[in-house]
């Protein structure tokens, strides 16, 4: 009777063990996977328009001209460059045609007694390296390079702020010394042009995230 006993709770033992393996088990689910956000970075080509004043300092030392007071006015144009970020440090390369509505134009006497007729030419460009110090969304840049206008050439020096309000658009306010050399110089005039821009763009920029 005995051993009859033991073997039963043996087989009910066996059969409970059996039974609880089959029995679904309980654990906590996984932990969903977040995908980290993309880092902002200023890499890439951009386009884009800009608008704002410019001011003339024409070096007519020797001459009077008839509007010589016409110094000063609207500057607009567009922008295209590219930009390579190095951790916290960006490198570029801009180029830019302005329109111009400032400048000297008329009419002067020059020394060897012939009249001769002035018009400034109402456009410049430039191609400018950019290096500046990324905060983020923050850019802040030195600028410089070459400049040129009809018959004339020169360089051109600045700097500026940038920022990224999204990461495909960003907004700029940026001052340009520009002093171009007129290669037709007359006799008693010094073609030399020197002129101050203050402008603010707006950029499209590609590639980003």
């Known amino acids: 009777m005995k051993k009859i006993l033991l073997a039963s709770v043996a087989l009910f033992g066996f059969a409970?063990?059996?039974?609880?393996?089959?029995?679904?088990?309980?654990?906590a689910p996984p932990a969903?996977?977040?995908?980290?956000?993309?880092i902002f970075t200023w890499t890439g080509f951009y386009v884009g328009v800009n608008a704002g004043y410019?001011?003339?300092?024409?070096?007519?030392?020797?001459?009077?001209?008839?509007?010589?007071?016409?110094?000063?006015?609207?500057?607009g144009g567009a922008q295209v460059g590219y930009n390579y970020q190095i951790g916290s440090f960006v490198?570029?390369?801009?180029?830019?045609?302005?329109?111009?509505?400032?400048?000297?134009?008329g009419a002067f006497v020059g020394t060897d007694g012939?009249?001769?007729?002035?018009?400034?030419?109402?456009?410049?460009?430039?191609?400018?390296?950019?290096a500046?110090?990324?905060?983020?969304?923050?850019?802040?840049?030195?600028?410089?390079?070459?400049?040129?206008?009809?018959?004339?050439?020169?360089?051109t020096v600045g700097g500026g702020v940038e920022y990224a309000f999204t990461n495909n658009l960003s907004a700029k306010i940026e001052g340009l010394y520009v002093n171009l050399d007129n290669d037709d110089d007359?006799?008693?005039?010094?073609?030399?042009?020197?002129?101050?821009v203050v402008r603010a763009g707006l950029n499209f920029r590609f590639g980003t995230y």
């Open 16 to 27: 409970g063990a059996a039974a609880a393996a089959d029995l679904p088990v309980r654990s």
């Open 32 to 38: 969903p996977i977040i995908a980290a956000a993309p």
């Open 54 to 75: 410019g001011w003339s300092n024409d070096d007519f030392d020797s001459v009077d001209l008839a509007d010589e007071d016409d110094d000063g006015g609207f500057v």
């Open 91 to 105: 490198v570029g390369l801009e180029g830019d045609i302005q329109y111009a509505d400032f400048g000297s134009e």
């Open 114 to 130: 012939v009249t001769y007729d002035v018009d400034r030419s109402d456009w410049f460009g430039t191609v400018r390296a950019r």
């Open 132 to 155: 500046g110090v990324a905060f983020d969304r923050a850019l802040i840049y030195a600028t410089g390079g070459f400049a040129f206008a009809d018959d004339a050439n020169g360089w």
């Open 186 to 196: 007359f006799p008693g005039f010094d073609g030399e042009t020197d002129f101050g």
